[in-house]
């Protein structure tokens, strides 16, 4: 990632809109926050093949109930094969509603439920609390799935940048627990280390364009994610990269582009995943930049990573049936 050159490195159609990505404010979370939100694009319209439900799932063991939205096709009867999903934002940002479109589209594309869990954002809630949210939600797919509309033997935990870094420390946690594994873990870009060690996240110290990923944002969102733990005893369930033992973990997809921030931190996460005997399908898109899974896709490589998320998704389900 040395000597980054945006016009030399980024996927020509994605260079056309790299002006209209947010103008990141560095000074502090909330102002990372204002720039995010700035170029938030409006709701998007219902998909009229889709039904979008906002739910609570009541908490478990004293902890606070989660909001969630269900996606499910309009026609489907019985249980269907499930996603949980956990939207991304550096674990600072980030929303239901801005997930919409692309899960509209997941559903339709396969035929699946979906449950999009509205976590805790950091600071003011860090590490522990988003995780627990989503480990809330999961257990309670698992307990009654008759009233979600899930199948539990066909369910996938997955995300984008930090919410895929919550699914990975999520199966962590249920490893560790003795919980079931999804049938996949989906992570597209997770946002794993807070260390700094890979040249990829070093090289951002200048990225080349105000609208990518900057390294300065990403260590104040780990910091307030983390919260107290900063710089100390950070366990692998908050910090995925850091766990010394991956096996026994769930068959996990990983997506990423070749001029992401976080492309050799999730290489390296992606062969240690192997290593262990986890069954591991990594992708690395030419040119695709942090947050490159969109919908629908604006390039020929983000039109292929929506395809393979499809497809891997697809197998996931089948596999169980």
């Not at 109930?65 to 940002?93: F, I, N, S, T």
């Not at 509309?149 to 996938?156: A, W, Y």
Request: charged share 25%.
């Amino acid at each position: 990632m040395a000597g980054f050159d945006v016009t030399k490195r980024v996927e020509p159609g994605t260079l056309a809109k790299l002006d209209g990505l947010a103008r990141w404010d560095l000074r502090s979370i909330e102002t990372i926050r204002r720039s995010y939100g700035a170029v938030n694009p409006p709701p998007t319209p219902p998909n009229p093949l889709v039904t979008r439900t906002d739910d609570i799932v009541p908490g478990i063991d004293g902890r606070p109930d989660v909001r969630v939205r269900r996606y499910r096709p309009v026609y489907a009867d019985g249980p269907l094969p499930g996603l949980l999903w956990l939207h991304g934002g550096a674990y600072v940002m980030g929303t239901l509603d801005e997930n919409d479109d692309r899960l509209d589209r997941m559903v339709v594309e396969t035929g699946c439920a979906v449950v999009s869990v509205d976590w805790r954002l950091a600071p003011e809630h860090p590490y522990p609390e988003g995780l627990d949210d989503a480990e809330t939600v999961w257990l309670r797919l698992l307990k009654d799935p008759t009233a979600y509309g899930v199948d539990p033997t066909r369910l996938v935990i997955g995300g984008a940048s930090a919410g895929a870094g919550l699914a990975a420390g999520l199966c962590l946690r249920l490893r560790d627990l003795g919980v079931a594994q999804p049938v996949l873990q989906l992570l597209i870009y997770p946002m794993l280390d807070d260390r700094e060690l890979t040249p990829s996240i070093r090289a951002r110290e200048d990225p080349g364009h105000w609208g990518l990923w900057h390294l300065r944002a990403n260590r104040l969102c780990w910091d307030a994610y983390l919260g107290g733990l900063s710089g100390g005893d950070v366990p692998p369930e908050a910090a995925p990269a850091r766990a010394a033992d991956l096996a026994s973990l769930a068959p996990a997809f990983l997506g990423i582009g070749d001029v992401d921030a976080f492309v050799d931190e999730n290489l390296d996460y992606a062969a240690r995943l192997a290593r262990a005997g986890v069954p591991t399908e990594l992708h690395v898109y030419p040119g695709v930049i942090h947050g490159g899974f969109g919908a629908p896709p604006s390039t020929p490589r983000t039109a292929q990573f929506l395809r393979d998320i499809y497809a891997a998704l697809a197998s996931a389900f089948a596999a169980q049936r």
